[in-house]
């Protein structure tokens, strides 16, 4: 006789059985496994916490790390109205005189006699140059304005203008078509000249596809370089920005107007900001490393990477080069206190707003140079963070490991169960197999009893 439900036979609740006895197999191993997994996600979780507050501060310090970043120059127009400026960090610090005599101007044509929709305006082709430059197109018999305006726009050798078609009242309570042409940009280089080929013989009168060259076209708008006059001199331009005028400097130029001035300056207030940005992201690095590494007495925690030997390393590198003089300088610049950041009792910069302004003001280029020579402090502090965080990194290095131990440790869950599902297996078959054992001999003794029971003399109680 089979059994198909263990337990059945002996009575024994075998699948709670086999459940507990697996969960006792596995739950010490489980439970160390789980301990070891927290603590290494712990870890990779620290030091992804510490990789990005070093990144923060690293971005701060290459801020620092040119001496072009301490070469911004800021531009002051006397009237943003009429023209505005950048400058780069070649521009000389200076004032100059400006003058808009002319704004630029794109080329705009149009039709002066007017068509309508089915209208055709006569065979032959149509040349429009501009510059050194032209393309044609062929114009049949039965083309329209339309037609012409399609052929324009999808030209791929177009020079650069576009076709529209406005519509106009004619004067008689009706409305015809006019064909526009505008240029794409503007100056006397891109100014349109267009010229016909007519069917008629006749290219420039006012019949047939000649009704669309230049003598035959209004001019709405003329092709126009723009102009100013920088210290009385003059200068022009196809558009509206001159960025050849004076060295580092573009002026875009917005309306016409006289009198105005142009201000190049050293932007002392950019490095500022700079400069405060890295005080504050070097705070923020500071108490990272304060909450990671430090012990807590009175609540009894530690930070996840207490005397951790990486976290001391670049904690002490980095407070190091913050606290060292640069040598090998010719200004009277060598430390950050000199500018005005020092260290508070906390291990934190502070700064000291009125002496910094006095030292930008007074040695603007020693700044400079203190942060961003060859051996400056902001190329210093950028090569002991890149050699934490970069990708062939002392982090970079430690997280590998801590990916390659939580793979380990999946690894091992993966084993654990395997073997667990062996021994439930073979549990099952050996309970299935005393089930039997049990059932038969229930059978056996059911039997046996039966049989005892009609024996002649055999003792029958009675029933009541």
């Known amino acids: ?49 510490l990789k990005s507050s070093l990144s923060l501060f690293q971005s701060a310090v290459q801020g620092l790390q040119e001496l072009t970043d301490f070469q911004v120059r800021s531009t002051v127009s006397s009237n943003n109205d009429i023209f505005t400026a950048t400058a780069d960090e070649t521009a000389d610090a200076s004032q100059y005189g400006v003058e808009v005599v002319q704004l630029a101007q794109a080329n705009k044509l149009v039709t002066t006699a007017g068509f309508a929709a089915t209208d055709a305006v006569g065979a032959g082709s149509l040349t429009f140059t501009q510059g050194a430059s032209s393309f044609s197109i062929n114009v049949s018999a039965t083309d329209t304005l339309s037609d012409v305006r399609d052929a324009v726009n999808s030209a791929t050798d177009n020079t650069g203008l576009k076709a529209a078609i406005i519509n106009v009242d004619d004067g008689l309570g009706g409305t015809v078509e006019k064909l526009v042409f505008t240029a794409d940009k503007t100056g006397l280089d891109n100014a349109i000249t267009i010229t016909a080929v007519d069917d008629d013989l006749n290219h420039t009168d006012a019949l047939g596809l000649s009704r669309l060259v230049n003598a ?16 009385g001199q003059l200068v022009s331009s196809t558009n509206n920005t001159f960025a050849d005028v004076i060295d580092g400097i ?17 932007d002392k207030e950019v490095v500022k900001l700079k ?23 009175s609540s009894d925690t530690a930070g996840l990477l207490l005397g951790d030997s990486i976290l ?153």
């Not at 010490?28 to 997994?37: F, K, Q």
């Not at 573009?250 to 050293?266: F, H, P, S, Y």
């Not at 990272?288 to 007495?297: E, H, I, N, V």
């Not at 913050?322 to 291990?347: H, M, P, W, Y």
């Open 1 to 49: 006789m089979s059994i198909s439900s263990p337990g059945i036979g002996s009575g024994i609740d075998v699948s709670a059985l086999i459940t507990k006895l697996i969960s006792a197999e596995g739950d010490r191993t489980t439970g160390r496994l789980d301990i070891r997994a927290a603590e290494v996600q712990g870890d990779f979780s620290a030091y992804g916490s």
């Open 216 to 231: 035959n076209l209004a001019e709405p708008a003329t092709a126009l370089d723009g102009e100013i006059k920088v210290d």
């Open 250 to 266: 573009t002026i875009n130029v917005l309306d016409i107007g006289a009198g105005e001035t142009l201000t190049v300056k050293q």
């Open 275 to 297: 400069i405060e940005q890295f005080v504050a992201n070097y705070n923020g690095l500071i108490k990272t490393f304060s909450a990671l590494g430090s012990y807590d007495s």
């Open 312 to 464: 001391r390393g670049v904690e002490n590198a980095i407070r190091k080069e913050i606290s060292s003089s640069v040598s090998g300088l010719s200004g009277r610049f060598s430390t950050l206190a000199e500018l005005g950041l020092s260290t508070d009792k906390n291990g934190q910069l502070e700064i000291d707003s009125d002496l910094l302004d006095e030292v930008l003001e007074s040695d603007f280029d020693q700044v400079g140079q203190l942060f961003a020579s060859t051996s400056g402090i902001a190329n210093t502090l950028d090569d002991v963070v890149e050699g934490y965080i970069g990708s062939n990194g002392i982090i970079e290095s430690r997280t590998d490991g801590l990916k390659t131990r939580l793979d380990d440790l999946s690894e091992q869950r993966e084993a654990l169960n395997r073997r667990l599902a062996t021994v439930e297996s073979r549990l099952l078959a050996q309970f299935t197999a005393m089930d039997q054992i049990v059932s038969s001999l229930r059978n056996q003794s059911d039997f046996l009893t039966q049989q005892l029971a009609n024996l002649p003399g055999a003792y029958k109680p009675k029933s009541n």
